[in-house]
């Protein structure tokens, strides 16, 4: 079973700082994906790694997958308030007769402050 | 514009009285699956479908059916509804290519009293 695990839970960051949201994963996986949503919003896509040492980067945010590690991260740079919503790693079985399955972290609960 | 449709956005019901959360996509996507997110435990997968006529379960699958019977309908039935289905539910549908993201409807809040 694919068990996920996203830290930190609450993140309360000043704006212009930096941080890094990391989910481990318990199984193999190739395919792992990035949420955002805002409160009382539904989920929109940031961004989808699917090998090893796959980075992306978007903005402010960057995320990478290390399957080695079974480790993702989503990296901030220079906070900013508009990037406050709750952030979600998810990641899906590789092949086998789960294949649609998807798992998702608990979220992350980001604050940016003034 | 491409989007996911759920309905209703909100439902609030008693236990016992069955009832189906609709959801239909029109980007022709071959992938859709259901979701309830919870305070504290994020999103669980309910159920799947890769494609009309293929469901199965996700990690929460007891108390809920689905079925695809077209490509683009995807519906939640809660036969008989408990208290602790009481939840945000989302739809969502992708092509599943593994590069393709998920798209999400609004959500469905629904309160089992």
């Known amino acids: ?81 508009d990037l406050s919503a709750t952030y979600f790693c998810a990641f899906s079985n590789a092949g086998g007769t789960s294949y649609g399955k998807l798992t998702f972290g608990q979220g992350t609960i980001l604050t940016v402050h003034p | 514009e491409a989007q996911v449709t759920q309905n209703p956005r909100y439902l609030i019901t008693v236990t016992g009285k069955k009832l189906t959360v609709t959801c239909s996509q029109n980007m022709n996507h071959e992938y859709m699956s259901w979701y309830r997110q919870d305070p504290g435990l994020g999103l669980r997968q309910i159920y799947y479908s890769m494609n009309v006529e293929v469901t199965d379960k996700g990690d929460v699958p007891e108390g809920y059916k689905v079925s695809r019977k077209e490509k683009r309908n995807f519906p939640l039935i809660l036969e008989s509804p408990s208290p602790n289905q009481t939840s945000l539910y989302f739809c969502a549908s992708s092509f599943w290519t593994g590069a393709s993201p998920l798209h999400f409807g609004n959500g469905t809040r629904l309160t089992v009293t």
């Not at chain 1, 796959?54 to 906070?79: P, W, Y």
Request: aromatic share 10%.
């Open chain 1, 1 to 81: 079973e694919l068990k996920v695990e996203q830290n930190p839970l609450f993140l309360s960051m000043q704006e212009g700082k930096n941080y890094t949201i990391y989910c481990n994963y318990s199984t193999t996986s190739d395919r792992l994906y990035w949420y955002r949503q805002d409160p009382g919003k539904s989920l929109e896509s940031l961004f989808v790694l699917l090998s090893n040492g796959a980075v992306k980067q978007e903005g402010r945010l960057m995320a990478s997958l290390d399957t080695k590690a079974r480790l993702s991260t989503l990296h901030i740079t220079a906070a900013v308030h």
